[in-house]
């Protein structure tokens, strides 16, 4: 059973920066995808970037730019660096772990609602 604990949340400055990461207890499949979804009160849960066990890396187009994505496959960590962060940013963040089978950019669009396996407890990002 796949556990997936995210730390790094807090309160930020609109302009500021945050560093989120999470730690998995193992990849759930050989060739895995990590990602951070982000929902906010009253939004549908929205995919914001993605890294798979290749390196390869997906971002939604509201972060291109601003946010980028990394990860230490030894301690089976994945970072989401949020720099130049807006009030639009606020909302709780998702670690994320699946196969990377699909699409990455498609698994950002359409994966909280077709059955992401693997999610963390969520970390909360406010930015004022």
């Known amino acids: 059973h796949v556990q997936l604990v995210e730390s790094g949340g807090g309160s930020v400055q609109a302009g500021g920066s945050l560093r989120l990461s999470c730690v998995a207890s193992?990849?759930?499949?050989?060739?895995?995808?990590m990602g951070w979804f982000r929902q906010a009160p009253g939004k549908e849960r929205e995919g914001v970037a993605a890294?798979?066990?290749?390196?390869?890396?997906f971002y939604a187009d509201s972060v291109k730019g601003r946010f980028t994505i990394s990860q230490d496959s030894a301690k089976r960590s994945v970072i989401l660096e949020m720099n130049n962060l807006g009030p639009e940013d606020t909302a709780m963040y998702y670690c994320?772990?699946?196969?990377?089978?699909?699409?990455?950019?498609?698994?950002?669009?359409?994966?909280?609602?077709?059955?992401?396996?693997?999610w963390g407890q969520g970390t909360q990002v406010t930015v004022s």
């Open positions: 994320a772990a699946d196969s990377s089978s699909s699409a990455g950019n498609w698994w950002l669009k359409h994966g909280p609602s077709l059955g992401v396996p693997v």
């Open positions: 890294i798979d066990s290749d390196d390869s890396t």
């Open positions: 193992a990849y759930p499949y050989r060739r895995y995808r």
